[in-house]
């Protein structure tokens, strides 16, 4: 199993980088040739060498959790629903942003509550303090940044809304053929995070 990790806190949504990086990986480009794309060409448009390879290699990393099937979709869907397979890459390579959407986003949908509040991030960080001796020896910090990254990576994949007082939750539409398809390639689990089903 995925060792719980504050990574996300380096990392950011990087939509555009995603479904380009899709689309390199569909026309049959390895890690290392996009990686060197990266560096060579500034796909990225990054203003270092280092920065440009740790792009690459995250992005990549994120997208071949995907099968083939849903990364043609990350290139070839409406910008929406290109942008909830991207959440669901970043939710398959992080297991505690996957169990914040599970547990707080997905359940707050079901309760009909559909604000995210400063409570929700809170209650789950103390939880996750107490049964993960990893967490446990994060610094105050390291939880707040990692609080308000999960917070901008929802805000970017459009399913939170930021108003002065609140953040409210964007159930997002999705076409009933990539549901199949996500739930036919064992991804329920992801897709119901975010639409708050089963």
Do not use: C
């Amino acid at each position: 199993m995925m060792k719980y990790s504050a990574g996300l806190i380096s990392k950011s949504f990087w939509y555009l980088e995603s479904k380009k990086t899709a689309r390199y990986m569909l026309d049959g480009l390895t890690r290392e040739e996009i990686r060197d794309l990266a560096i060579k060409d500034n796909i990225y448009q990054v203003e270092s060498e280092y920065r440009a390879k740790n792009l690459a290699n995250a992005i990549y990393t994120r997208l071949n959790s995907l099968p083939e099937i849903i990364l043609k979709d990350v290139v070839d869907s409406d910008v929406a629903t290109s942008k909830v397979l991207v959440l669901i890459s970043i939710m398959k390579t992080d297991r505690l942003f996957f169990e914040f959407m599970h547990e707080v986003f997905r359940n707050n949908i079901i309760l009909g509550d559909l604000t995210i509040k400063d409570r929700d991030l809170n209650l789950f960080f103390q939880e996750k303090k107490v049964q993960s001796e990893i967490v446990d020896k994060w610094v105050d910090k390291t939880i707040k940044k990692l609080k308000s990254r999960y917070l901008t990576v929802l805000g970017y994949a459009g399913v939170i809304r930021t108003n002065t007082d609140k953040r409210e939750i964007i159930v997002p539409f999705i076409d009933y053929k990539i549901k199949q398809k996500l739930i036919d390639n064992n991804m329920a689990p992801y897709l119901y995070a975010i639409t708050g089903e089963k």
